[in-house]
């Protein structure tokens, strides 16, 4: 993210733009621009240092929302473009919003590569485990059975899991929030934001329309507190309203089973702590089957490295530092060269 | 006995010819692109006026002695002008019997045929095809045959380099470069300098490729070989120093260039293609000049970082051939829709889907012209000559930067890696281009407009106050705002027509390259069909034939003259290696009943086909 630091005191009205919102009323979208909105004055940096990029999908209106640089580009393919224009100018702050259609099935290449390079730019990912702009076709992210307009039948694909999609791709931050969850979402993109190094950060969003409470089932404020766990590193991994189940590894297995304190022994020793430099951990947390285990929230994974922009301006440098700054007369001139 | 060699070797005083071509073939790994370019090289140096044809199978090493694995390399060298590699080789080298097979019928009659011997071993004819050794017997009676063991000379020549044998065998390439620099009366020295260069940490191979080029020459000296020598006098070339370039490079230092007369940093977004990838490596070797090279996972995300980069103020370039150009064009579609500039760079070959990757052709027009969706007008021009790749480059980005908008720059396999001697220009003398980025808050939206070009702001993100957002819905032509009204669609539908139109101001008119400027038949061409069209013409008028060259590097728009000047010849004949395309635009566009001469065989026009076809209609 940019150093830059503010010359002047920012507002959310400073980073709300003066178009009409055009996402459907009652939509999850809502929910996360407002916090979005409001978290951005306290990141430090100027709107006009700040480019929101997108692909093509009801998330990727997001930008036309923001009153900074915006960009809504081609379906997929947003991740190419932020790459090409945090490569231009490293001095930008570049967020990118993408859904489960846009970044995982046309565009899942893109977002692989981009990830695994660790460009410095921070993805937010929309999955509502539906195609909402094209009016409600199962998506990479849908359950297996899923009965749309496409798949009167059921669908017949597995679904992808966008967290550990990008623990695979080897991504230097994971993490995962819900739209309605204002707090925990400020909290994930105030990370994300600080967090030297490409991001990702899947945030669960409810389309009211089309795949209405896809998440009701540990999003529900009467069953969240046992079946969602927070991921905070260096703490337990318990959960429940009054904190009293926990995952323990089995070391025999490798497995992780969810266990009450007091109950057969267990003591918050048995208890993991979770690390957030600990990548088969992350991997683990991200594949718990749900309703078996809860829903893990939080920041799965962070690890600081250095940035495909930052090592490709190093090489710039580098250049002119080893063979000169360039010149065109002497680059036309090098080699074999005669006079008549 | 090296004086009375010598003494022997100078009483042939070598005869004064204008020119020559040459054909090098053998095995895709005997070497010959080394060969045929380091020959090159020389004939260059020694102020030879040249052109090049690479000619060469897509498979890296394609199993050994079969005939789809040959690679061959031609030189048309000479005192004169020269426009084409040449049609027929005077001399040609095939190095194993698949070589012979693949290449005799191209040579002239009564030309000289120096075959590799030791190569024509019974494997080796069964591959290519032969019942019988071709060399026994009289059946090349029909050319002066020079039947030579260079693979066994070539270990006797290195055999104290304590090279394996395979690796020795590697050495033949310079044994008979050796040989025909002796045959042309050409110093060894350009090619040992490079041989240091290129070989500077391996000794033993360095001494053993210099041993063997020496010792080909030497075969020459003492041999007796009934052959006589040919020296070929320098080209009178325009005052100026001169280098030899191929057309990748060229299109490489031409955005080194531009960049820098921009005084704007560049950003290749690139995925390696043949034959473009050359462009990426070229351009990765100077970074120094402020040039970033992105090879990323596709085609696609190729397109997209340049656009992310042009919209971040930067000149964003991609370089591809034909398939990646299918990829891509959502992406340019975006440009267009987003007013961003972008440079594309298709070197195009033979297609459709894979086709001949590393065969020539010119069928993209179509797809740089209409391939996109929707109403989609670009800028389109096209290189006439490998030189020429250069220029074209730096007008790709003066124009893209200038308008706000796409520009599609056409080469093909045959410019990309063919080569000649190229006048090093003044950087003085090259264009300016003026890169404005808007910072003026005042009156700003991003889509208000140059009266004069239409070209809109270019608005850098970064800039205090012009806060914006771009997209691919449909803008407002007042505001930017997104807009589905049917009249601002209409609108700015003939906006981004009329923007790309009024380019025509801003390029030369097109001119007459060779005859005059009216008569019985023009000869109008585009891309890299320039040099054979040239020397048809040439000859044509030598034997009195009222026929003219004009050839056309700006596409879309064309020149504003384009209409006058053709109808200033009875008849305007296109020949075209596609099926014919720039004639369907000046046909069913222009209202111009031209004549295609269409070919698609991968391989350029000869001098000669175009030559007959001239005669056909000036003389019907």
Redesign the interface.
């Known amino acids: 993210m940019s150093n830059v630091v503010p010359t002047r005191n920012l507002t959310r009205a400073d980073f709300s ?1 003066d ?1 009409d919102i055009r996402w459907c009323p009652g939509c999850g979208d809502y929910a996360i621009l407002a916090t979005v909105q409001r978290t951005m004055p306290e990141l430090g940096v ?6 929101w ?1 997108s692909g093509i999908g009801c998330s990727s209106r997001f ?2 929302y ?9 379906h997929g ?1 947003a ?11 490293p ?2 702050t570049v967020w990118m919003v993408t859904g489960d259609g846009d970044g995982l099935s046309i565009g899942g ?2 977002l ?2 981009c990830l695994r390079r660790n460009v410095d730019i921070n993805i937010l990912l929309f999955n509502n485990r539906i195609y909402g702009l094209t009016k409600g076709q199962y998506s990479p992210t849908s359950e297996t059975g899923k009965i749309t307009k496409s798949t009167p039948m059921g669908s017949t694909d597995n679904p992808l899991d966008p967290v550990v999609f990008a623990l695979g791709c080897n991504a230097s931050f994971v993490a995962r929030s819900i739209d309605v969850e204002a707090k925990h979402l400020g909290q994930m993109i105030t990370r994300a934001a600080n967090h030297r190094g490409g991001t990702f950060t899947e945030i669960y969003q409810n389309c009211n329309v089309f795949n209405d409470e896809a998440f009701e089932a540990f999003r529900a404020k009467d069953v969240k507190d046992e079946r969602q766990i927070h991921l905070e590193h260096g703490k337990p991994l318990l959960f429940g309203a009054d904190k009293r189940k926990g995952l323990r590894l089995d070391p025999k297995t490798f497995k992780l089973s969810v266990v009450t304190l007091g109950e057969n022994g267990m003591t918050e020793s048995d208890i993991l702590v979770h690390d957030e430099t600990n990548q088969t951990l992350a991997y683990m947390l991200a594949r718990m089957p749900f309703p078996q285990f809860p829903v893990a929230l939080g920041v799965f994974y962070a690890v600081e490295g250095e940035t495909y922009n930052a090592r ?1 301006e190093q ?2 440098n ?3 530092d ?5 010149d ?2 002497k ?3 090098s ?6 | 006995m090296a004086e009375a060699v010598q003494a022997r070797s100078s009483s042939k005083a070598p005869s004064k010819i204008r020119g020559a071509i040459v054909r090098f073939a053998g095995d895709s790994g005997d070497g010959m692109q080394i060969t045929g370019s380091q020959f090159t090289s020389t004939a260059a140096m020694l102020g030879n006026d040249l052109a090049t044809f690479p000619d060469f199978p897509a498979e890296i090493r394609a199993p050994a002695g079969t005939l789809y694995g040959v690679s061959g390399f031609q030189i048309n060298f000479s005192s004169d002008d020269v426009f084409t590699p040449g049609d027929r080789p005077d001399v040609l080298v095939a190095m194993n019997p698949a070589a012979l097979k693949t290449n005799l019928a191209a040579l002239k009659p009564g030309g000289l045929l120096v075959a590799n011997s030791g190569a024509f071993s019974a494997g080796n004819l069964k591959k290519a095809g032969y019942a019988e050794n071709p060399l026994d017997g009289d059946s090349m009676s029909a050319y002066q045959l020079l039947s030579i063991d260079i693979s066994k000379a070539t270990l006797l020549a290195v055999a104290e380099s304590g090279l394996s044998t395979k690796e020795a065998n590697r050495c033949k390439n310079f044994w008979t470069l050796g040989l025909m620099y002796w045959l042309y009366n050409r110093p060894l020295e350009p090619t040992l300098r490079w041989l240091d260069q290129k070989f500077k940490k391996t000794p033993d191979v360095l001494a053993a490729n210099a041993a063997a080029l020496k010792a080909g020459h030497a075969y020459g000296e003492t041999a007796e070989i009934s052959h006589e020598r040919y020296d070929v006098p320098p080209a009178v070339h325009e005052k100026g120093t001169y280098r030899n370039i191929s057309g990748n490079q060229a299109t490489a230092w031409g955005l080194v260039a531009a960049s820098q007369l921009s005084g704007t940093g560049l950003v290749l977004g690139s995925y390696p293609i043949t034959p473009a990838s050359d462009i990426l490596h070229e351009l990765s070797r100077h970074k120094n000049f402020g040039v970033t090279t992105l090879q990323v996972e596709d085609e696609i995300a190729a397109a997209c970082t340049a656009i992310g980069a042009s919209y971040a103020g930067k000149i964003g370039v991609t370089t591809t051939s034909g398939p990646g150009m299918a990829l891509k064009m959502e992406a340019i579609g975006l440009a267009v829709s987003t007013e961003l500039p972008l440079v594309v760079i298709n070197i195009q070959r033979a297609g459709p889907s894979t086709g001949m990757p590393t065969k020539t052709e010119q069928a993209d027009l179509f797809q740089a012209l209409y391939g996109r969706n929707g109403e989609s007008p670009v800028c389109v021009i096209a290189a006439a000559t490998p030189g020429d790749c250069f220029y074209m480059a730096i007008e790709a980005v003066r124009l893209a930067t200038k308008y706000m908008t796409p520009v599609i720059l056409l080469s093909d396999g045959y410019l990309g890696n063919g080569a000649e001697p190229w006048k090093i220009p003044d950087v003085s003398s090259l264009p300016k281009i003026e890169v404005k980025h808007r910072t003026e808050v005042e009156g700003f939206h991003p889509f208000v407009r140059d009266p004069e070009t239409l070209a809109r702001a270019w608005a850098v993100p970064g800039t205090p106050g012009l806060e914006h957002r771009i997209g691919g819905i449909e803008k407002s032509f007042d505001s930017g705002h997104i807009s589905y009204s049917p009249e601002n669609h209409q609108k700015m539908s003939e906006t981004r027509a009329a923007k790309i139109a009024g380019i025509a101001n801003d390029i030369p008119e097109l001119g007459i390259e060779e005859g005059e400027a009216s008569g019985k038949l023009l000869v109008l061409g585009w891309g890299s069909t320039y040099g054979s069209i040239r020397e048809a013409v040439r000859r044509s008028r030598a034997r009195g034939l009222s026929v003219s060259q004009a050839h056309l590097r700006y596409l879309n728009p064309m020149p504003k003259n384009f209409v006058e000047l053709l109808s200033r010849f009875d008849k305007v004949l296109i020949p075209e290696m596609n099926m014919g395309q720039l004639v369907k635009i000046v046909r069913g566009e222009h209202l111009i009943p031209a004549e295609s001469y269409a070919k698609i065989e991968g391989m350029p026009f000869t001098v000669d086909e175009i030559e007959q076809r001239i005669s056909q209609l000036v003389e019907a």
């Open positions: 733009s178009q100027l709107p006009e240092n700040m480019v990029v930008p036309y923001m009153n900074t640089y915006g960009f809504h580009t081609i393919r991740p190419g473009i932020a790459t090409g224009i945090k490569v231009a100018n001095d930008l290449n893109h692989m590569h490709t090489q710039v580098f250049s002119v080893k063979q000169g700054k360039g065109l007369t680059l036309l001139n080699g074999e060269t005669w006079t008549v």
